[in-house]
């Protein structure tokens, strides 16, 4: 079921959501809304995933699409025009589309309050830019979660800075997101070594914020050296860790699986694919308390690594700590 508004209100907005789901057309068991705030280019692809992770978790899905005029002389009356669908057409809850122009687009989190779910959480995406502050945003500062991702602007590493510098607890970014799989193999084979760890290397394509993360995340864990190394990608794709026993090695440079070598060990294959946006969405909505891993491991991303060299004839006495 999709109705479709124009010149329209929140009041409005919430009649057409109240018909639908008195017609039988779903929106029932909703846990929490997903605020995605994004332009008309990066619209379709964002409320797809949206819509996507939805199914695992049933949201009402307001999808703040900001129409500025083109020119100050330009600028009219707020405009609000809304495209509500329920039901099949909205994945396991419902998906309001609302388009700003003018005036309304400065007062964005006026138009949304009203749509809120009342007595759940609000989690806010921005898929593409991001505000400086996230948390200091009118449209953050209503969730109790704020997800940016900083793989999709011009400048990742920049990006990624300003993230470190304006963090406050609930955010968090996809670039980190992406990690989860890495994260999970370097633990699990860790646990296999009890050697400590003297130095590692993250392998990735130039600029990519995931492998940044990753290389900060091990240096705070371990208290080691890390270095970073360009390759042709996809995104991370290996990562080195040297120990006083020899080397554990995980390497993915295409494709769907990876390969994680111990020295003294058969080598092993593992399934470590990219994953799509709808299931990072989906898997940040699994918590909504405040990421300490990430808030651990960004704030150093202020200042470029000095990137030592790895040097695997090193040995050291300090303990593996996660």
Same mark, same amino acid.
């Given at each position: ?93 419902? #998906?309001?589309? /609302? @388009?700003?122009?003018? %005036?309304?687009? $400065?007062?964005?989190?006026? *138009? +949304?309050?009203?749509?809120? !779910? ?100 091990? #240096?705070?864990? /371990? @208290?080691?050296?890390? %270095?970073?190394? $360009?390759?042709?990608?996809? *995104? +991370?794709?290996?990562?080195? !860790? ?81």
């Amino acid at each position: 079921m999709i109705t479709e508004l124009t010149h329209t209100t929140a009041g409005r907005i919430n009649k057409a959501l109240t018909e639908g789901r008195a017609n039988g057309s779903g929106g029932f068991g909703m846990v929490l809304t997903l605020v995605v705030v994004t332009d008309e280019e990066n619209a379709h692809d964002a409320v797809k995933a949206a819509t996507e992770a939805s199914r695992e978790h049933p949201s009402r899905i307001l999808a703040v699409i900001k129409r500025p005029a083109r020119g100050s002389r330009r600028r009219g009356e707020a405009r609000v025009d809304a495209e509500v669908r329920i039901g099949a057409d909205a994945g396991s809850g419902e #998906t309001v589309l /609302l @388009r700003l122009y003018d %005036e309304a687009v $400065d007062h964005a989190e006026s *138009v +949304v309050l009203p749509l809120l !779910l009342p007595d759940a959480p609000v989690v806010v995406w921005w898929p593409a830019d991001a505000p400086a502050a996230p948390a200091e945003d009118p449209l953050g500062a209503l969730a109790q979660r704020r997800i940016t991702d900083t793989h999709a602007v011009d400048e990742p590493l920049r990006e990624l800075a300003a993230r470190a510098a304006s963090y406050a607890p609930g955010d968090t970014d996809l670039a980190w997101t992406r990690l989860t799989p890495w994260r999970s193999m370097l633990a699990a084979a860790l646990d296999q070594v009890r050697a400590p760890v003297t130095s590692a290397v993250v392998e990735s394509e130039p600029g990519n914020p995931s492998a940044e993360l990753l290389a900060r995340w091990l #240096t705070e864990r /371990l @208290r080691v050296p890390v %270095e970073q190394r $360009d390759t042709d990608g996809p *995104v +991370v794709t290996g990562v080195r !860790l040297y120990t006083g026993s020899g080397e554990i090695h995980i390497d993915r440079p295409v494709g769907v699986t990876a390969t994680l070598s111990i020295t003294g060990r058969p080598t092993r294959t593992l399934a470590l694919r990219v994953r799509s946006t709808a299931e990072l969405i989906a898997e940040e909505l699994r918590r909504l308390d405040p990421d300490d891993a990430y808030a651990a491991a960004l704030p150093t991303a202020v200042t470029p690594p000095s990137r030592p060299r790895a040097d695997p004839a090193r040995t050291g006495d300090r303990p593996v700590e996660w």
